[in-house]
Every structure is written in C-alpha cells, then in structure tokens.
C-alpha cells in the first residue's frame, strides 16, 4: 500500500511540474521577443500618425505578456532600452501609442518611466 502511494505521488508532482512549465505564465519575457513586437511600430513612433495594425497587434502581445511583476519590469526595461537605441523616437509618441491602438497597457511608456516601481 505504501509503495502504491509513493508511486502515486511521484506521478502526481511529476504532473504538476510539466504543468508548470508549459504554462505560459511560466514563460519569461525577453528583450528580443518586445523588440521584435515593437518593430513594426517604429515608423509611427518617429513620425506619428496612425499605427499600423501590425504593430498594434504586436502591442498587444507584449500587453498580454505582461501578467506577473518581473515581466512588466522586464518589458518596461525593454523599452527603454530600445528607444534609446533608435534615433528620432519621439516620447510623446511612444506614450501614446497603447491609446492609439485601442489597449490599455498596465503603465506608461516613456523614457522617463522609473521600471523598478512597476508592481
């Protein structure tokens, strides 16, 4: 009985870690992946305008990315850093691109946005 109960239990967390790792909340978000999303938006961010629906969708996937603390950190470090890395990036624009594409995105984006208050 005791050995059937092991087994059991051994099958049972070995469930719960395959789980866990294919969850998508268990997935980290990376630079390359927000870099990747945004890139299609780079146009409206210099020059302003409507953005493209690509990019709006690509938006919208690092939004729906963002569901624990480190990811929206590690996503507003991200952007950060890739807007200081493309000249003629204009912070009023990037600012308001989430409105622009319909999304309510958890914080502001913006150069001056401090990423290790974003809870």
């Not at 009985?1 to 969850?23: I, P, Q, R």
Request: positive net charge.
């Amino acid at each position: 009985m005791a050995a059937m109960l092991a087994k059991v239990s051994c099958v049972v967390l070995f469930l719960v870690v395959l789980v866990a790792l294919w969850s998508p909340e268990a997935e980290a978000v990376t630079c390359g992946e927000v870099v990747s999303a945004v890139a299609p938006c780079l146009g409206y961010l210099r020059n302003g305008g409507a953005p493209p629906r690509v990019c709006c969708n690509g938006v919208r996937g690092i939004r729906n990315k963002a569901r624990t603390t480190a990811a929206r950190k590690t996503i507003c470090n991200c952007l950060k850093s890739a807007s200081s890395s493309y000249r003629g990036v204009s912070g009023n624009y990037a600012a308001s691109l989430p409105g622009k594409c319909g999304i309510n995105f958890p914080y502001k984006i913006s150069p001056s946005t401090d990423c290790n208050r974003i809870q």
